[in-house]
């Protein structure tokens, strides 16, 4: 791996900050000045200040304005290393701005998760947004430069070929790093994914117990699931264990559309305006419970009265719709937490990914079969 030259500010903030954690400055003592520093070590003031500035910041050294620069205990100290999240350029879904709006708001949570637990565990945290992985590379190479970097943290807001390409170049670099992924993906080992099931199979018994004998499934098309079914992982795997369970032919029940809002659009509403049509509507992804709401205001179906709704996703906008939905929670803040401890050495390494059971958030979509 080629890396860029470290500026001269990053390699005198390493040597005084070896120098406190090796005792051979101790605490309370006062550093030189910012003069005699520039002389010991023959850089600019610029590159003094820059120095100083990181290592205040990261809690080595304390200023005490008018008196100096004194060594705080290092064990006191923030730990230095730093976690870089990596997500897809937002512009890379190219026109399909409706994927896009659920994506901005999972992401939402992923930031908001990551700065408190960097707060929690006294790290740094940066974001790389990323086309491909040269652009990750580059990313890369100005993070190393300035930075130790802790571990690298993929989000599930990247395109899977595009997340693949970048794990091999990170495993080729020797690079720490994790991936945060949904179920109905390829699993990595090194991988924090969600088990959709347990909250899936309650939401579907949950509707069953209000009487619901027709429960629709919409998803994106069978076949894209590949050996997820036979894995018993995926969504559609548990609706399908389900219906298997309870005896009900799932068949003419499934809705399977593209992840495009037309092919969305009309195939939730062929089975909605269908002569008969189902009495609860379990959902896929977030935005197509969104299109499902959209077409029961057309056609005058009341939600929950006349439709329960089920969504996937518990994304910020799940509460904020009328009626508030009630979701599959794929607990993507839960699941960045999670990769912050397994790359700060919290959790053990195994040769088997983490998954993390999803939950069932119960709203006001819902009511008893008429």
């Keep these: 791996m080629k890396l860029t030259v470290p500026t001269k500010s990053s390699v005198l903030k390493g040597v005084i900050r070896d120098e406190i954690t090796s005792g051979k400055r101790s605490e309370g003592e006062r550093i030189p000045g910012e003069h005699e520093l520039c002389k010991m070590y023959g850089v600019s003031r610029f590159t003094v200040r820059d120095a100083i500035a990181q290592l205040a910041d990261e809690g080595f050294l304390e200023k005490r304005h008018g008196v100096g620069t004194f060594v705080k205990d290092p064990k006191k100290a923030k730990k230095h ?29 992923v930031v908001q998760t990551a700065s408190q637990t960097s707060i929690d565990k006294q790290v740094i945290h940066s974001i790389c947004v990323c086309r491909d ?111 298997k369970n309870r005896n009900i032919d799932h068949t003419p029940l499934t809705v399977s559309t593209q992840w495009s809002y037309n092919s969305i659009y009309h195939g939730i509403k062929e089975i909605l305006t269908c002569a008969s049509r189902p009495t609860a509507l379990f959902c896929q992804s977030f935005g197509r419970a969104l299109v499902a709401l959209e077409i029961c205001r057309e056609t005058g179906i009341k939600v929950p009265e006349q439709l329960s709704i089920i969504a996937s996703d518990n994304v910020m906008e799940a509460e904020a719709t009328p009626p508030p939905l009630n979701c599959i929670d794929f607990l993507v803040g839960q699941r960045t937490r999670i990769a912050f401890e397994y790359l700060l050495g919290e959790i053990p390494e195994t040769d088997m990914p983490i998954r993390v059971p999803s939950a069932y958030i119960r709203r006001n979509s819902t009511a008893s079969a008429t």
């Excluded at 937002?90 to 709006?101: A, L, M, N, Q, V």
């Design 81 to 109: 290393g730093l976690i870089l999240l990596v997500r897809q350029e937002p512009k890379s879904f190219g026109e399909d701005t409706f994927r896009y709006r659920i994506d901005e708001q999972r992401f939402t949570e």
């Design 133 to 243: 992985c040269e652009t990750l590379k580059r990313g890369l190479n100005n993070i190393l430069e300035m930075s130790e970097l802790q571990g690298v943290i993929l989000t599930q807001n990247l395109d899977y070929p595009v997340k693949d390409n970048m794990i091999a170049m990170l495993e080729h670099w020797g690079l720490n790093y994790c991936s945060v992924d949904d179920a109905d993906r390829p699993i990595h080992k090194k991988s924090i994914s969600i088990d959709p099931e347990p909250g899936s199979l309650e939401a579907l018994e949950d509707l069953w117990s209000l009487g619901h004998r027709r429960i629709a499934f919409t998803g994106k098309p069978v076949h894209d699931y590949g050996p997820c079914i036979g894995n018993e992982t995926g969504q559609y795997a548990s609706f399908h264990k389900f219906c």
